[in-house]
């Protein structure tokens, strides 16, 4: 069973339906317990970095975050549920991220003839080997929405990049922990293949 | 590479896809779902729902299209028609919209805009703007479905709402609506080199090389059109490497 984590975002829904389509168990949910003895867990995400923060904090749902991703259950951060995993985001200064990743999350660079927010399709860079790129191109299209993005720390844990203004660390694996800038779950035929692969772990 | 989108629009009536369709490999064309999976499969980067119900309790089948829709399709998708309030961006977005249109009510009630943006993010607020030249060279708004001229200056709106929140504008060239004659390049460009929020083309589109002319010379980041597509005249796929070819950046 996948529980994808119930704080009021967004993009519940359609992750929840895309997660359907592919056949799997799915509970959406800010019950502690349910989380805990799920087999995976995704953190989806829409809206701004710290009320998104508030709202895990109000619902008592950082501890049992932190407990999953100690306990090596597959974990997947989506868009925002990405930026949450990390230190902190020029979005809400002053807001502690969940810190599980080192990283920041930083506004995306102004460049002339390109809009913010990033919105669209993009191609991505994938690393060799990256397990929720598995039986995909090398450069697959997805899509972003976003105004903000990921430079992660450590290199070694992006495990897909995008070319805007700048170069943006579009997903990152870790361990168990796995995270995607883009939405998967409106990406088409390629989006669902990574979530396939996500619930295939 | 962050490419430029191909949007087909679909005219809904009752949840049923009206108007214009003729898809006879299709067990049924007015299948709101089917119509969608069909695009989403040939390509299209996003779809568009006009929703033209007339009457107000029609509106449930509206939800009862995007919620059926959202189940099946993984592209992003923008509803029109018809929304007035917050609470109708609400009860939309929940069932699984990615973005909002809005053009008379936005016209009437500004703050809409605004009120959206704050509470959904600018992200899913798109205003939708009818515009149609006028004699001295400018081009003036639209409200009702083109019906009532609203005298006010379409650059300048379209200012207007991106300052209140608008995360994107869908501008249709009244002039060139049906004409199968090429969008409306002039007044695309206008808007797009005075807004920093991507503009969708529409109006206008009969051949390949009016796609290709939105993107260079209207400014547009994604052309929009419906007729077009749906009696199969463009294939989206043939449409997409042909642009490609003419280096605009295209999903493939």
């Known amino acids: 069973m996948i529980a994808i984590i119930d704080y009021d975002a967004g993009n519940l829904k359609s992750v929840e339906k895309a997660l359907l389509s592919l056949n799997q168990e799915v509970l959406v949910t800010r019950d502690k317990d349910a989380i805990l003895q799920a087999d995976k867990v995704i953190l989806p995400g829409v809206g701004s970095f710290g009320d998104a923060m508030n709202n895990l904090d109000k619902f008592d749902l950082i501890d049992p975050i932190k407990k999953c991703v100690d306990n090596k259950t597959p974990f997947l951060g989506i868009c925002l549920g990405l930026q949450l995993l990390f230190e902190s985001s020029d979005e809400s200064v002053g807001v502690e991220g969940l810190n599980i990743l080192p990283g920041k999350i930083l506004r995306i660079p102004p460049k002339e003839d390109f809009k913010i927010p990033h919105m669209g399709w993009n191609s991505l860079n994938v690393k060799e080997d990256a397990k929720l790129f598995k039986g995909l191109t090398k450069n697959p299209y997805v899509y972003f929405v976003h105004s903000y993005y990921l430079q992660a720390a450590n290199e070694d844990i992006v495990a897909a990049t995008t070319e805007y203004t700048t170069t943006i660390h579009a997903s990152v694996e870790a361990g168990n922990v796995f995270a995607c800038q883009f939405h998967p779950e409106k990406s088409s035929s390629v989006g669902l293949k990574i979530l396939e692969n996500f619930a295939n772990l | 590479m962050f490419t430029k989108r191909i949007i087909p629009c679909l005219d809904c009536k009752d949840g049923r896809v009206v108007k214009g369709t003729n898809f006879v490999d299709l067990v049924d064309a007015g299948d709101p779902v089917l119509v969608a999976s069909m695009y989403d499969k040939s390509g299209a980067d996003e779809l568009v729902f006009l929703d033209i119900t007339a009457s107000s309790d029609g509106r449930n089948t509206t939800v009862d299209l995007v919620r059926k829709v959202a189940e099946k399709v993984f592209i992003p998708f923008t509803v029109g028609g018809g929304i007035r309030t917050v609470e109708d961006f609400k009860v939309l977005l929940r069932e699984g919209a990615d973005k909002i249109s809005i053009n008379s009510a936005a016209i009437m009630n500004p703050n809409l805009i605004s009120e959206a943006a704050y509470k959904f993010g600018s992200q899913c607020v798109v205003v939708a703007i009818d515009a149609k030249r006028c004699d001295d060279g400018h081009w003036s708004i639209y409200k009702n479905g083109g019906r009532v001229d609203m005298g006010m200056d379409a650059v300048e709106w379209a200012m207007k709402a991106e300052k209140l929140g608008a995360g994107e504008i869908l501008l249709t060239s ?43 010379k209207g400014g547009a980041d994604a052309a929009l059109a419906a007729s077009l597509f749906h009696f199969k005249e463009l294939e989206i796929k043939n449409l997409k490497e042909y642009l490609a070819k003419e280096n605009i950046p295209m999903r493939l």
């Open chain 2, 174 to 216: 009244m002039d060139c609506d049906g004409t199968k004659a090429g969008y409306d390049c002039e007044l695309t460009k206008a808007i797009s080199s005075n807004v920093s929020i991507p503009v969708i083309a529409s109006g206008g589109a009969g051949k390949m090389e009016d796609f290709k002319d939105a993107f260079t």
